[in-house]
């Protein structure tokens, strides 16, 4: 929806009013395009549109300058009313460098816009990006509307009376652009100036120089007359409360704090740092406050192995990874099915295998969670669906672990960790209750003995052990990993035994299938041939295809799964209610196997593995083409 007004400033400038623009900044991964995309958002989160973010940087430290190995990106989706992706495709792409555009202007639809800093389009910067010819002038852009604009002289020329060297003030071009869109859109500009001076303070000449080259590029775009207008976005309607823009890997990490003030029951982080989990190791490591402990560990094994230790003397042990790191932790997982402790291993997957894609999303560890360690070892699988529900997954993950004292496997992914989008912050009333008991020390009798301790009796409920802590008098029990007798908690070589043993801590993670939500379907008209099921990452995509296909007047159900072990108790009838089942995953079809397993529907795998989420368009097709199978008329026999 677009509107046009004149400049109440009398200038004769139009201004565009729409209802939302995907743009996607782009340069060397030295140009601080993730910082120039995160300022925007802020911008756009404090004036109150709705979005969504798209991260995407190279898994190089620092790649060659001005090659395409070495290009960073950040799109961002704003919009006045509720949105769910960062947008299939940029209408805007801010280019830095020739290498910027040719790894973007691809996904660039024909009449979309491009920013250039024109002054980086020379000879030897247009080779190392793999051009023959200059774009700007072999007709090649001619389908996009191109805006030329010198961003480093002009960056250079306003932050002259810094005295900064001219290779230290042109790193603030970023600011320059962000100037230029601040201006192009409407953002609102003190925050950011304030911000610079937050962040740089510590050094005056780089914060003159970064708002110098701010205000230059907002003051460019004011008076160059280089655009015929300019545009506004109005804010999104939210439900009313306190919003803050949030990262997944932020969310989760306030979400594990949060879980541990529910309970009551003191933080322990174990965690080596990997990509693209690092940053809730680094966020919980602010949190003291709420009595986190965080150990940056020397290796994986050492990280889980400090974080079960700390679940055996009565903390929430926590350890973060990715899919190398799952690797190796997981013999430290069977010792924990075996133990029967809480504690939360949390995947924000990669691209894989091996060192793989660093830095890009992929959904490819599932049936390595549910199914990678020796033995019968079932583990509990939550799985977080957007950046700001891993604050509830994390929660939730947290609840499951204390209350059936079972390890727990929290999946998220790259593209929530590092994408953000505004969260109502919740009222602690607002919060599920969590409670846990450890058992009570035992006093002695008058006989000076004490009631012998069984620490492997089981509530009756939820077939949960007793948790004693360390030190408890009376609790003395055997630990370690060796198969223990049922209720005594000697070890046991007894073939029965071992066999009940086993059955037990298998119905103890069936059982929490009945205190999780049953799945719930979208299926408006109620007649639906075509269900859409995911899981994790793949929902925002999933529901805006969903309303796509709908408002082209067809009929497609959803649902969307957050507990992968167990299933919903309700999964199968819903499963076996659709003709067809289409399960879109970035990995080659790992729910698919698992449904079509267990309740033997015909689930049909849509996959996708190339580091980048689903685009909305692409499971829209997907659909119309299961629709159209269905509505083919079958061949009868010939006459």
């Not at 050094?203 to 207008?229: C, I, M, Q, R, W």
């Not at 925002?540 to 992968?564: E, S």
């Amino acid at each position: 929806m677009t509107s046009t007004t004149e400049s109440p400033s009398g200038t004769g400038r139009i201004v565009k009013t729409v209802d939302r623009v995907v743009i996607r900044f782009a340069g060397d991964s030295g140009d601080g395009m993730q910082v120039t995309g995160d300022r925007f958002t802020n911008e756009s989160a404090i004036f109150g549109n709705d979005l969504s973010t798209l991260p995407n940087f190279p898994a190089e430290i620092r790649a060659p300058a001005g090659t395409l190995a070495g290009v960073s990106a950040f799109q961002v989706h704003i919009s006045d009313h509720d949105i769910l992706t960062p947008g299939d495709a940029p209408n805007v792409l801010v280019a830095m460098n020739p290498a910027a555009l040719r790894a973007n202007v691809g996904d660039l639809p024909a009449g979309g816009s491009i920013v250039l800093n024109s002054d980086a389009f020379d000879e030897r910067a247009l080779e190392k990006a793999g051009y023959s010819s200059d774009p700007r002038r072999d007709g090649s852009l001619s389908s996009f509307k191109v805006y030329e604009v010198p961003m480093t002289s002009l960056t250079l020329e306003a932050c002259k009376p810094t005295g900064a060297k001219p290779r230290d003030a042109e790193r603030s071009k970023n600011f320059f652009a962000l100037g230029l869109l601040s201006w192009l859109y409407h953002r609102p500009i003190d925050v950011t100036i304030g911000w610079i001076v937050e962040r740089y303070g510590k050094s005056p000449v780089v914060v003159e120089a970064n708002t110098l080259a701010f205000k230059a590029g907002y003051h460019f775009g004011e008076t160059a007359e280089l655009f015929d207008f300019s545009y506004e976005i109005a804010p999104a309607e939210h439900e009313k409360g306190t919003y803050t823009n949030i990262t997944g890997n932020t969310a989760l990490a306030w979400g594990l704090v949060a879980a541990a003030q529910l309970s009551s029951v003191p933080l322990f982080l174990g965690s080596y740092p990997i990509t693209p989990a690092s940053d809730i190791l680094h966020e919980l490591s602010k949190h003291k406050n709420f009595g986190v402990r965080t150990l940056q560990a020397e290796d994986e094994i050492a990280g889980i192995g400090a974080a079960l230790g700390a679940a055996f003397g009565g903390a929430l042990g926590v350890t973060t990874t990715s899919g190398p790191g799952i690797d190796l932790k997981s013999e430290t997982v069977g010792l924990a099915v075996s133990l029967e402790l809480p504690l939360l291993i949390v995947d924000i997957q990669r691209g894989g295998p091996s060192t793989g894609l660093p830095t890009k999303t992929e959904q490819s560890d599932l049936l390595h969670v549910m199914f990678g360690r020796h033995g019968e070892a079932p583990v509990p699988v939550v799985a977080a669906k957007t950046p700001s529900h891993c604050f509830e997954a994390a929660i939730e993950a947290a609840r499951i672990a204390l209350k059936y004292r079972t390890p727990v496997y929290l999946l998220s992914d790259g593209y929530l960790a590092n994408g953000s989008e505004p969260w109502r912050i919740p009222a602690v009333e607002e919060l599920p209750k969590i409670s846990v008991d450890f058992a009570p020390a035992r006093p002695e009798g008058a006989d000076g003995k004490a009631e012998p301790f069984r620490p492997y009796e089981r509530d009756r409920e939820t077939l949960a052990r007793s948790w004693a802590v360390p030190g408890t008098p009376g609790l003395e029990h055997r630990i370690g990993g060796l198969e223990k007798q049922d209720v005594t908690g000697e070890v046991s070589y007894d073939p029965e035994n071992h066999e009940r043993m086993v059955h037990l801590r298998a119905a103890k993670v069936a059982g929490i299938a009945k205190d999780i939500p049953l799945v719930e379907v979208d299926d408006p008209e109620g007649g639906a041939r075509v269900l859409l099921l995911g899981w994790g990452s793949t929902y925002g995509a999933i529901r805006a295809a969903a309303l796509r296909v709908r408002a082209g007047g067809r009929q497609v159900a959803q649902a969307h799964l957050v507990h992968l072990n167990p299933f919903p108790a309700n999964l199968g009838e819903v499963l076996t209610s659709y003709e067809r089942v289409v399960v879109p995953e970035a990995n080659l079809g790992q729910l698919t196997k698992l449904v079509r397993a267990d309740f033997l529907v015909d689930a049909r795998p849509l996959t996708k593995v190339q580091g980048t989420p689903f685009r909305v368009a692409e499971i829209e097709q997907a659909v119309l083409e299961a629709l159209a199978e269905l509505e083919a008329p079958s061949g009868g026999e010939d006459s």
